[in-house]
């Protein structure tokens, strides 16, 4: 494993996140040292171990179906950085 | 097999379509925002569908239930244990930056649907599994010159999306599958198929091949939301892969978009990232386990299905295949021509069958209209029949009867009560109609003595038009025959 | 008396019970201390108007009888909790401006027992940090300095300004969150108590998310009892947060009976870490001792998989944090940074609205998840999670609770330890065990540094038995007699 400074633009580019070029080759070595770092679990044998995402012992819980909420634009576009006639405005998408 | 002769030889088209389907609920897959067509803008929008931060997603027992539903109607293997993921990317009307679908462990797994192909063949296309997800927003290009609006009303709304195997070999296959879904779907109550409002939608795989051939590169087209227009884009699609691999050239995997104005599809233009979706089982639920006794529960509660249902109706009535296939569509229908046939102590079923697609669905269709609004319900197309039985009105009037009704709204009988046309019957009234016929007719006559068959037919034509239709033509042949001979 | 904004959270209400001063009172003294405390930047936003109407408020119901369990308490709230009508940054840039037009369901259950809400509380960025240096808003400093020194040192993180706000006696009592010891680690570099909770006992809804399967809300307090009382009104059941488990949330103060007699305390054998300093070792043995003294039997154990604790836990939190915090894209509140494009909007508001270790998070966390990478990376963190949780479940078998240090080392000055990411991670070595496995963990103050620094020792309970855990930690803290005071303290 070794994260260069292309490997860097991909995950910045997936992520959504400018990194500027200057600082890619700074990062990679960043990410490298992390890693490294975390494949030290390499050592412990897994096999046959289920992989775990919650502790939570219980049922997921379900709702009614039933309308409850919604009907609040107001408190949904009240943080919008830009919004025009009750839509969320973006530059524009060429699909 | 249907093939496409290419100016290499000949083509198969191999298609999968994976079908979007809404589940029919009142509120959203995580939250409690109502799911109803058409309302202003973010004006069903919770605060968990817009993103806000800590908003957390609570499962709507509804869409569980429904999907359960669906793959139980569609033959199909129930997971037990299934599990929401995310699926990471950015887009402005996918609030959370991730859309929550299921990936590894979809709700259903493998089932199958059966074609009735219009040539009266059948054919069974694999159901490769079936798995719940939320809409994304919808996205308005073309308010603004340089600025795109976001509504989220259908960020959320839960969705089922059902993927079909590659099984499908032409466009008149897609088309009848995707009529099969549909009618299945609307039989369970699960999705209203209203493809026009976008409750359903589908991405279209295809791809082609020489018989025989490995499968070849896929394009997957996004954006179909009619019956034709798929059937549109896989011609479409079909031809220009052809053309290309023919001249030398080779089809690239990619998503592309159809286009309903020109009946073509295109490449998208915003630039293909390769796609990278980093599904995860997300940490802010848990994984969904269903109780199997429930779910035998709900088999048990199914309605009768369109296949059953024209089973049925074809042992039972001595229906055509073709006939039941029509009638069983859809659920109203079936039930329309059942009731007909159960009322007035039973009646024939061949003879109701050809009413209801014949003259009913004529006149829904100049109507543009649902069996629900028509103006004659079954119990009033039953009357009719039963006056037709009884012989009280000739075939031919009937079918005036029938317009008259569905122009008043009026009974069959009282229609025929009020407009004179009950048939005549009676011996001397039609043996005085005949005689005068025979009379007028002189030369006729001479030429059916002299062999020609055929006259008896004119004197027929002759005489329904002297009683205005209403001289019961059975007499009328018998009267005919005895007085010419 | 003491002056009333240093009384902790159970002689405060004592107080008013009494009437000897009313809520109002009690709150101004608070919002002075805060307006005091500016210079360790442990808040974001003061909220003094609020605080006093929430305590009129809280004087009238009084009067009419009605009394919560935190009736008329003046709180600090970490910036992690959306508060309705208050800001909420999270520390960071790219919530410029966000004003949540709801409240945490936490916050709520605190104002719904009485609670007044002094501010929003600084913090490392999106709760990323454990040294409270990765702020949008600036470091926080410790309100405790080495003897003879005056060089700031960091409050820990990344609940760091609740923590600096308590222990410099301006609240007695704020919420933290704790991921990966985030409550618990800034007690001990405070001198306070810091308790997370089972994971499930608090509701997460409203709280911006780090990483949802290990985040939990609790308090930071000056005492085991405070944290107990606090803990009661935060806890509970909430429909909105599906991981929020349906259990009776008892009454922890009545839990505090003193009485360890017969109790089960594990020591395990891989919290004693190469390294390590003695003070913080000779301190393990005094907890033990003092545990012993009191009746409890120790019992060494083994929790064999430790060790992997602190690289798996460098997995999943970023993995989630990564998709967590996609939803910061500018288009809905917050920073945006114009664009030309919709991708050049997204790239220059995420690159610019979040701070380095953010960013170094979510690229780690959007590597374990690509393609190719997601099953050496996030699915082997996963299975070594469950084996994490398993060393646990063993454990508990044979013993009732579980006494470790807090953490490996005391506060440290600002400026150090920041250029090693990694560095900076193991101060959580200690802690993140109990969030891999969702058990409850409390620090206590129990010692001073030969420098004069305060020292914490943790208490891990069983899964929603934080009533055993915090008669032990009662135990340990009455043992320890911990009465020493910060440098600085508000209003001295």
């Known amino acids: 494993m070794a994260v260069d400074k292309s490997t860097v633009a991909h995950i910045a580019k997936l992520a959504c996140i400018r990194i500027p070029e200057a600082q890619q080759e700074a990062l990679a070595g960043e990410l490298n040292s992390i890693l490294g770092w975390v494949e030290q679990l390499g050592e412990l044998d897994t096999q046959g171990i289920a992989p775990m995402t919650s502790v939570v012992e219980m049922r997921l819980p379900k709702r009614v179906d039933a309308v409850t909420d919604g009907d609040c634009r107001d408190k949904v576009i009240a943080n919008a950085p830009e919004s025009a006639h009750g839509f969320f405005s973006v530059p524009k998408v060429v699909e | 097999m249907s093939l496409v002769q290419g100016k290499t030889g000949e083509w198969e088209v191999v298609i999968g379509l994976e079908v979007h389907a809404q589940v029919i609920a009142e509120s959203k897959l995580f939250s409690g925002a109502a799911t109803a067509f058409g309302a202003e803008p973010n004006t069903q929008v919770s605060l968990v569908d817009a993103a806000m931060p800590g908003m957390l997603p609570v499962l709507n027992e509804k869409s569980i239930e429904q999907a359960v539903k669906t793959g139980l109607g569609l033959n199909a293997q129930i997971n037990l244990t299934s599990v929401f993921e995310r699926k990471n990317y950015f887009y402005p009307d996918l609030p959370q930056g991730y859309q929550i679908s299921q990936y590894l462990q979809p709700i259903v797994g493998e089932g199958v649907v059966t074609l009735d192909l219009p040539d009266g063949a059948v054919k069974e296309v694999g159901i490769e599994r079936l798995h719940l997800e939320q809409d994304a927003g919808k996205s308005l290009h073309d308010q603004h010159p340089t600025a795109t609006y976001i509504d989220l009303n259908r960020s959320g709304v839960t969705l089922m999306e059902i993927v079909s195997k590659p099984d499908m070999r032409s466009a008149e296959e897609v088309g009848a599958y995707l009529e099969k879904l549909r009618s299945i779907l609307r039989y369970l109550g699960t999705c209203s198929g209203n493809m026009e409002e976008g409750s359903m939608r589908c991405d279209v795989n295809v791809s082609v091949r020489h018989p025989g051939e490995d499968l070849g590169t896929r394009t997957e087209t996004k954006n179909v939301n009619s019956i034709r227009f798929a059937k549109q884009a896989i011609e479409h699609e079909a031809k220009r892969q052809i053309a290309l691999i023919e001249d030398g050239g080779k089809v690239t995997q990619e998503t592309r978009l159809f286009d309903p104005d020109r009946g073509v599809t295109r490449a998208m233009r915003s630039k293909e990232e390769a796609h990278d979706y980093r599904y995860f089982p997300d940490p802010d639920l848990l994984p969904v386990v269903l109780d199997p006794d429930w779910v035998a529960e709900l088999k048990r509660g199914l309605p009768e299905l369109p296949d059953a249902k024209k089973a049925r109706f074809t042992a039972d009535f001595g229906l055509s295949a073709y006939d039941a296939g029509v009638l069983v569509a859809e659920q109203e229908t079936a039930a329309y021509f059942e009731t007909v046939v159960a009322g007035g102590g039973g009646r024939d079923a061949k003879q109701a069958a050809n009413w209801v697609t014949g003259a009913l669905f004529g006149a829904l269709n100049r109507g543009g209209m649902e069996i629900g609004a028509a103006p004659i319900d079954a119990d009033k197309l039953g009357g009719l029949l039963d006056l037709l039985e009884a012989g009280t009105i000739s075939g031919r009037i009937a079918k005036d009867v029938f317009d008259a009704m569905w122009e008043s709204g009026k009974d069959a009988a009282t229609v025929v009560e009020e407009k004179g046309l009950k048939q005549i019957s009676d011996s001397g009234a039609i043996e005085a109609i005949v005689d005068h016929a025979i009379a007028d007719n002189p030369g006729q006559v001479e030429q059916f003595k002299s062999g020609n068959d055929k006259v008896l037919g004119w004197f027929v034509g002759q005489i329904m038009k002297a009683s205005q239709g209403k001289a019961n033509p059975g007499m009328v042949n018998q009267l005919l025959r005895k007085k010419l001979t | ?492």
């Open chain 3, 1 to 492: 008396m003491a002056r009333l904004n240093e009384l902790t959270i159970a002689v405060a209400r004592d107080g008013l019970a009494k009437g000897d001063f009313s809520a109002k009172e009690l709150t101004e003294a608070s919002v002075a201390a805060m307006e005091s405390v500016r210079p360790l930047n442990a808040f974001i936003t003061e909220t003094p108007e609020r605080a006093l109407d929430m305590a009129q408020a809280s004087d009238a119901r009084r009067a009419k009888g009605d009394v919560g369990v935190l009736e008329g308490i003046p709180l600090a709230i970490k910036d992690l909790f959306c508060t309705e009508g208050v800001l909420t940054t999270a520390g960071s840039h790219i919530l410029d401006g966000f004003i949540p037009p709801y409240e945490s369901s936490v916050t709520a259950n605190l104002w719904r027992a009485g609670a007044a809400m002094l501010g929003k509380t600084n913090m490392d960025e999106f709760a990323m940090g454990s040294s409270n240096t990765t702020s949008y808003y600036g470091n926080v400093e410790n309100p405790w300095r080495r003897q003879g020194e005056n060089r700031p040192l960091v409050p820990g993180g990344s609940s760091g300004g609740s923590a600096a706000a308590v222990a410099a006696r301006c609240a007695p009592g704020a919420t933290g969150t704790d991921t990966g010891g985030s409550i618990r680690q800034p007690a001990s570099f405070t001198g306070l108590v810091g308790l997370k909770p089972t994971y499930g006992r608090c509701s997460r809804w409203g709280i911006v998310a780090f990483a949802s399967s290990l985040d939990q809300a609790g308090p930071l307090t000056r005492t085991v009892r405070d944290s107990a009382i606090m803990l009661r009104a935060m806890a509970g059941h909430d429909p909105k947060d599906s991981t929020s488990v349906d259990t009776p949330v008892p009454d922890y103060e009545a839990a505090l009976s003193g009485d360890v007699r017969g109790l089960r305390i594990g020591i395990p054998k891989e919290y004693r870490m190469e390294g390590m300093p003695g003070e913080i070792e000779t301190l393990w043995r005094d907890g033990i001792k003092w545990l012993e003294a009191a009746g409890a039997i120790t019992v060494d154990i083994s929790l064999p998989h430790t060790k992997y604790a602190l690289p798996a836990y460098y997995i999943v939190a970023p993995a989630e944090a990564s998709s967590n915090l996609a939803r910061y894209d500018g288009v809905r509140y917050g920073l945006r940074v114009p664009g030309a494009t919709l991708d050049e909007m997204y790239e220059a508001t995420r690159g610019e609205g979040f701070g380095a270790e953010v960013k170094r998070r979510v690229m780690i966390g959007t590597y374990v998840l690509s393609a190719g990478y997601y099953d050496a990376y996030y699915n082997k963190a996963r299975r070594v999670r469950a084996l994490i949780l398993r060393d646990f479940t063993e454990a508990f078998e044979n013993v009732d609770a579980i006494l470790t240090p807090t953490a490996p080392s005391a506060a440290f000055a600002i400026g150090e330890r920041m250029d090693d990411p990694i560095a900076m991670y193991l101060n959580d070595i200690f802690t993140v065990p109990a969030n891999l496995s969702g058990l409850p963990g409390i620090s206590v103050p129990a010692a001073l540094t030969g420098d004069g620094l305060p020292l914490g020792l943790q208490v891990i309970g069983r899964a929603f038995d934080e009533e055993t855990m915090l008669r032990v930690a009662g135990v340990l803290e009455d043992a320890a007699g911990f009465d020493a005071e910060p440098a600085f303290v508000a209003g001295r």
